[in-house]
Structures are given as C-alpha cells and as structure tokens.
C-alpha cells in the first residue's frame, strides 16, 4: 500500500502507528472517519522547516484538508504541509483538518528551540522514474556538529528501498511514496520527502518515412503516462541514437541539418539529401522518447 500526503483510504491505525499517533482523528457522520497527522511531534530550530503529512479514511467524495497553525506566532505552514517554525522557542501545533468537516483534525506538537544541530532539506517533492535511482542525501545539510550522520527510512510499504548512504531505488509502480530522514545526532529533527514514481511509454507513427528534400511530412504519436498529470510532449531533431541535435528546438527554422519540426508535429526536411532522425519525448520523464527515421531523396 502506497501512503500518499493528499489521501488514504484504506489505512488503519495500527499500520500507520509508527509514523503517526492515531487519537487526535474523530469519527462523524460526514463521510470522514479518520484523519491523522504525522509525525506527531517532532523538534525544530527557530526558523527551521520540516514537511508533515496525513492519513485521511472515509466514504466521502471531498477528502481534502486545511491546513493551520493553531498558535498566532507558531509559525507558517502552507496547504502541501510544509512548516516553518517562528523565531522564538516554545510548544507549537500544526493542526489538519477535513475541508469538509473541520471538526474533524488532527495536531502534531512542535519543539521550537535553539540547537547546535541543525538538519534541513533543500526539496521535499521529487519525481523520478520506476526502477532508477536518487541520491537523497545531495538535498540533506547538517550543521553544527560533526555528527552529520542520517538515518533513512522508506516509510511507504513496498515504496522502495534507501541505503544508509541515501540511495533511493524507486520501486517499478507508479506512486507518490515517502522517505524519512532523521538527523543521527539529534534524533528529534526528522523530516520527510514525498516521491513520486513515474512511468511512461511512448511511441511514434510513421517510424519511417521517405521526403523530398525540403518537403514536409507530419508525425503523431501515443504516449501513456502513470503518475504524473504532465502528458506533454517535445519534438526534436536527433542523430541516429535519438539524442537532441544542437540547436534543435520544436518549431525553429535554425536547426544544424536545415530541418525543423513544429509542436504539432510538422516536419520539414532538410534540403541535402540523407538520412535525418525525428524524436518525441515525453516531457515528464525525457527519457522516455521514440524515434522516427527520415530518408530525404
């Protein structure tokens, strides 16, 4: 089962319990029968961030939440759960509620005090492709101690693995998965990452095609994408290995071999006679790409 920061519908208590405290969550008669915040306490530097998340159950068609801070000068957070502790030490809570049924909320209790250790993240949201894998720690900093040290953990059942170097291997099922990354000389600053597991194919029609030279023929293509609501694409111009020529960009007239290619798929050849290459890539994983060949007589 794959936690996500927006819903979950068929979590329960005891399986979330290592991530979040389960009593703050209120049964009603919305539609809304859980909602749980997570984690539930954690500790921050003044001005420190840290990203939270929620659990929500329910039969209701609006499983949305609000976010807030319950105290006037206990910080920021914004609607993706990111916090941002304020300047003065103290006791703080992050509060999420149901958009539909406000009543319905849960806190997470923050420790706002002045620390040598001090751990923060540069992004919490990142996209990558099934089966590949991420170097985490490049968006981790520590200071004030020469303990740098961080404990990993794949908080998401069957949502990868991550070495304790901080290599993520992302598993090959599209989904938004969570990683948690905790300080190992200050065990109460912890943090979470949120990524989110793309797949995509993609193919290209014709796969070959024969022009005058300078004249003009149209591509399509099919491309299904599981993960991401990016299905966009880019035309470009490519050598036979499908790479990006220099200077070849969707709809330019300035391209190296005198071709170009608009976004609708309109190629026009080049005007020496050869074989060209047309690539359509998908733009949320770029990898991802298929081409086409042009022989131009």
Known sequence: ????????????????????????????????????????????VPGGSRAFTYFIQGTASDLGVVWSVVEAAGG?????????APSTPGTYHVKVASHLNPSTYSLATVTVAPSNVNMQLSVHNLS??????????QYVSVTGTPNTGLIWTVQSTNGGTVSSAGLYTAPSQAGTYIVQVTSAANTGQSDLLFITVVTATISI?????????????TFGYSLKVVGSTD????????????????????????????SSITSAGLYTAPPTAGTYYVTVASNALPTVKATATVTVN
Do not use: E
């Not at 990558?128 to 720690?137: G, I, V």
């Not at 029609?205 to 023929?217: D, E, K, N, Q, Y």
């Open 231 to 258: 299905n966009s694409i880019s035309w470009y111009a490519s050598d036979a290995s499908g790479n990006q020529l220099p200077g070849a960009v969707a709809g330019s007239t300035a391209q190296p071999d005198g």
């Open 1 to 44: 089962m794959k936690y996500s920061r927006r819903f979950l519908l068929t979590t329960t208590c005891s399986l979330i319990a290592g991530l979040a405290g389960c009593g703050s969550g209120s049964s009603n008669s919305s539609g809304i029968s859980s909602l749980t915040i997570g984690p539930s306490t954690s500790s921050l």
């Open 128 to 137: 990558t492709a099934a089966s590949s894998t991420l170097n985490l720690a």
């Open 76 to 84: 920021t957070v914004d609607q993706t759960g990111l916090y941002t």
């Open 205 to 217: 029609t014709p796969t070959s095609i024969s022009l005058a030279r300078s004249g003009t023929g």
